[in-house]
């Protein structure tokens, strides 16, 4: 690129021979005095999340404390954070 970049007071992040293959690769940019990676959703196993409760709502005017939640809530989270078919030991 014809530029010197420098990490200052931080690391990169990445060890050298990474960075030098993203340069080589058209897959650092400079971001002011910088370097960025070029960051693409394929390079990491991403999906969307689509599990929306819109089935526990609750209105304000039943909250006595602000972290009050809907029971429905709890009991869901218990369920999907145990095994209720095994016994406790």
Same mark, same amino acid.
């Given at each position: 690129?014809?530029?010197? @970049?420098?990490?200052?007071?931080? $690391?990169?992040?990445?060890?050298?021979?990474?960075? *030098?293959?993203?340069?080589? !690769?058209?897959?650092?940019?400079?971001?002011?005095?910088?370097?960025?990676?070029?960051?693409?959703?394929?390079?990491?196993?991403? @999906?969307?999340?689509?599990?929306? $409760?819109?089935?526990?709502?609750?209105?304000?005017? *039943?909250?006595?404390?602000? !972290?009050?939640?809907?029971?429905?809530?709890?009991?869901?989270?218990?369920?999907?954070?145990?095994?209720?078919?095994?016994?406790?030991?």
């Amino acid at each position: 690129m014809g530029r010197t @970049f420098s990490s200052g007071k931080n $690391w990169w992040g990445l060890p050298k021979f990474s960075l *030098e293959r993203l340069i080589r !690769v058209g897959r650092a940019v400079p971001q002011g005095n910088v370097l960025r990676a070029v960051r693409f959703m394929d390079d990491f196993p991403v @999906f969307i999340l689509n599990s929306t $409760w819109t089935d526990t709502g609750s209105t304000a005017a *039943e909250k006595t404390y602000v !972290v009050q939640t809907e029971a429905k809530i709890i009991q869901r989270c218990v369920l999907m954070a145990s095994d209720p078919g095994r016994p406790c030991t």
